[in-house]
């Protein structure tokens, strides 16, 4: 039997001395790895949920304005013209039947003038004067007893209100002219008629006054 010189075995030692040691540390890394830090208790471990990406902002669409229409007066629609009825169709009248005429439309009355009716305003105004007309009752016209026609201008309004009455021929006599101008200035008279004197909101009118003894 070969003997093992003692220089073999002391390497062999150092070498299983070795690997034993090596082998130590390295299990002792790895648990090192696994365990948590020396200051930290614990692994925490936190979920973060995702928010969701906020959605754009809806923009509407912008909605046309309405359109400013001027307002126009609007023109008078013409009348409508009525439908004149088709004349009706009828059998030729028989040789024996009686034939019937048709009445003639009566004819428009004829329309008055403004000069008739002025001058039957002028005629009632000299039925009105004649009837107060009379001789002053003064002692004077009795001495005196004048005669004569005094010619007076007076002026009416289109409600009958007399006004500016004067003398425009004397009678020849002062006290038939002063009569004279009372009783037309003291006298009520009718209004004008409508169709009379168109346009005037006043007339002249001259009257003369006869004064007899």
């Not at 003398?167 to 009718?190: C, E, F, M, N, W």
Request: hydrophobic share 40%.
């Amino acid at each position: 039997m070969r003997q093992i010189s003692p220089e073999l075995i002391t390497q062999t030692a150092a070498v299983v001395f070795t690997a034993a040691i090596l082998w130590t540390l390295y299990v002792e890394h790895d648990k090192a790895d696994l365990r948590p830090p020396a200051n930290d208790p614990g692994i925490r471990i936190s979920l973060l949920q995702e928010e969701p990406a906020p959605e754009p902002p809806k923009v509407e669409p912008e909605r046309p304005k309405p359109r400013e229409t001027p307002v126009k007066r609007a023109a008078a629609a013409p009348a409508p013209t009525p439908d004149l009825p088709a004349p009706a169709v009828t059998d030729p009248p028989a040789a024996d039947a009686p034939v019937v005429m048709a009445a003639e439309p009566p004819a428009a009355a004829t329309p008055v003038s403004h000069a008739s009716i002025e001058a039957a305003y002028a005629a009632a105004l000299r039925q009105n004067i004649d009837a107060r007309t009379a001789v002053p009752d003064t002692v004077a016209y009795r001495l005196l007893r004048p005669s004569g026609s005094a010619r007076i201008r007076f002026v009416l309004d289109r409600i009958g209100s007399p006004g500016e009455v004067a003398v425009a021929r004397t009678s020849g006599s002062g006290i038939l002219d002063a009569q004279a101008v009372k009783i037309v200035s003291t006298g009520h008279y009718p209004p004008f008629p409508d169709d009379a004197y168109p346009g005037e909101t006043r007339h002249v009118f001259i009257v003369t006054i006869e004064f007899r003894s």
